[in-house]
């Protein structure tokens, strides 16, 4: 049987990229961190690192394994929490992960309620995109996860329970009131990462052209500056504007091309009380953000 706290020094390591980074994380001297790994091989009978230089990179067989002792250690630590949260909300905990124009407005909120109400109950927040934090929903590294969608996003896989929060609208920022999407064909276009502009496309797909993109940024700050500057034109969801908005910038709804923003768990229900009482927060908080 592969030993638990094997499997998190593994974790540790690959995440890390060196023994030294692992061993510190784990308040672990690096002889002992050495040492759980020989273990680990020895019960494995696979050679899970190799040297690269300097330091070290896991083999093949080290990359299968870490894969399967980040779920692993997702899920025993996510039955930890279940188990707290049974106990009673004093004793719970919930770990979210949401995009940043969340996690800059609902979240805040929805966290400081939960303070009042339920002073016992932590919460712990990640920074990351939606594929990311579906990714950690689906490993077990957080118990739910603040993600957005388009009418054109796929579905997502199976036991991923979705919980609408509210309908982000989207705006066109300019220095200037634009009234048709369409007149901005031969504009400078800022845009996110090759990933996250799948919905800026559609838009201007949909008005017969492909936008010149002169600037990439996946930060709403820089590209509302870059707009104030003059430098271009973009596209950015209400829920960023609520968050911060720059002097200088036209902000106009485009009408029927909302962001959906939702609260996802992941599994059968029903969801621990700790994680219900997050979700209720979330809820409450997109209420009042459409206020």
Same mark, same amino acid.
């Given at each position: 049987?592969?030993?638990?706290?094997?499997?998190?020094?593994?974790?540790?390591?690959?995440?890390?990229? &060196?023994?030294?980074?692992?061993? =510190? %994380?784990?308040?672990? &001297?690096?002889?002992?961190?050495?040492?759980?790994?020989?273990?680990? !091989?020895?019960?494995? @009978?696979?050679?899970?690192?190799?040297?690269?230089?300097? @330091?070290?990179?896991?083999?093949?067989?080290?990359?299968?394994?870490?894969?399967?002792?980040?779920?692993?250690?997702?899920?025993?630590?996510?039955?930890?929490?279940?188990?707290?949260?049974? /106990?009673?909300?004093?004793?719970?905990? $919930?770990?979210?992960?949401?995009?940043?124009?969340?996690?800059?407005?609902? /979240?805040?909120?929805?966290?400081?309620?939960?303070?009042?109400?339920?002073?016992?109950?932590? /919460?712990?927040?990640?920074?990351?995109?939606?594929?990311?934090? *579906?990714?950690?929903?689906?490993?077990?590294?957080?118990?739910?996860?603040?993600?957005?969608?388009?009418?054109?996003?796929?579905?997502?896989?199976?036991? $991923?329970?979705?919980?609408?929060? *509210?309908?982000?609208? /989207?705006?066109?920022?300019?220095?200037?009131?634009?009234? =048709?999407?369409?007149?901005?064909?031969?504009?400078?276009?800022?845009?996110?990462?090759?990933?996250?502009?799948?919905?800026?496309?559609?838009?201007?797909?949909? !008005?017969?052209?492909?936008?010149?993109?002169?600037?990439?940024?996946?930060?709403?700050?820089?590209?509302?500056?870059?707009?104030?500057?003059?430098?271009?034109?973009?596209?950015?969801? @209400? *829920?960023?504007?609520?968050?911060?908005?720059? !002097?200088?910038?036209?902000?106009?709804?485009?009408?029927?091309?909302?962001?959906?923003?939702?609260?996802?768990?992941?599994?059968?229900?029903?969801?621990?009380?700790?994680?219900?009482?997050?979700?209720?927060?979330?809820? %409450?908080?997109?209420?009042?953000?459409?206020?």
């Amino acid at each position: 049987m592969l030993d638990v706290t094997r499997l998190r020094v593994l974790d540790a390591v690959a995440r890390n990229g &060196s023994v030294t980074a692992a061993a =510190k %994380e784990l308040n672990y &001297s690096q002889p002992s961190v050495s040492h759980h790994l020989a273990r680990l !091989e020895a019960e494995t @009978g696979a050679q899970l690192l190799q040297r690269a230089g300097r @330091g070290i990179r896991l083999t093949h067989a080290g990359q299968l394994l870490s894969d399967r002792a980040a779920e692993i250690i997702g899920r025993i630590d996510a039955a930890g929490a279940e188990l707290s949260a049974h /106990v009673g909300l004093s004793a719970g905990r $919930v770990r979210l992960a949401g995009f940043s124009s969340a996690l800059g407005s609902l /979240v805040p909120r929805a966290v400081a309620e939960l303070a009042r109400t339920h002073p016992g109950l932590q /919460v712990t927040l990640t920074d990351t995109h939606p594929p990311e934090a *579906l990714e950690m929903l689906r490993a077990g590294t957080v118990d739910v996860a603040v993600v957005f969608r388009y009418d054109e996003t796929a579905p997502e896989h199976g036991g $991923v329970r979705l919980h609408h929060l *509210l309908d982000d609208p /989207v705006y066109l920022l300019s220095t200037r009131r634009i009234h =048709k999407l369409g007149s901005l064909r031969d504009a400078t276009w800022i845009a996110g990462c090759e990933r996250c502009r799948s919905h800026l496309l559609s838009l201007c797909a949909h !008005e017969g052209f492909e936008p010149r993109i002169g600037y990439t940024s996946d930060d709403m700050v820089v590209m509302q500056a870059l707009v104030a500057a003059g430098l271009g034109v973009t596209t950015i969801p @209400g *829920l960023a504007l609520r968050a911060h908005r720059v !002097e200088g910038i036209v902000a106009r709804q485009l009408r029927g091309s909302p962001r959906h923003v939702y609260a996802a768990t992941y599994g059968e229900p029903p969801d621990p009380p700790a994680t219900v009482a997050v979700l209720a927060a979330l809820i %409450e908080a997109a209420e009042l953000a459409g206020d």
